[in-house]
């Protein structure tokens, strides 16, 4: 039971991300987005994926994988596009 709150926690912390991704990909327009907010907490989320491989946690290193990807997209949207 507790795994499946785990993965139910990753899969909403995640996918709350991907509209953002998405539209600052599809726009080109981050003019919104703070480049050292999204830089923050993409080191939170690779730290987080950090421990979820340390401690073998799976619906944590699920969860961080596609976090990291999501705010990669970000903040690469935001270092291309301004």
Known sequence: MAQMIG????ILGTICWVPQAWKAWATRDTSGLSLASNLMFLSTVVLWL?????IG???????????????????AAKLRFG
Not at 7 to 10: C, D, R
Not at 50 to 54: A, E, N, S
């Open 7 to 10: 993965f139910l926690a990753a």
């Open 50 to 54: 950090t421990y979820g491989l340390m």
């Open 57 to 75: 946690d799976a619906p944590l290193i699920a969860a961080n994988v596609c976090a990291t990807t999501a705010m990669v997209i970000i903040v």
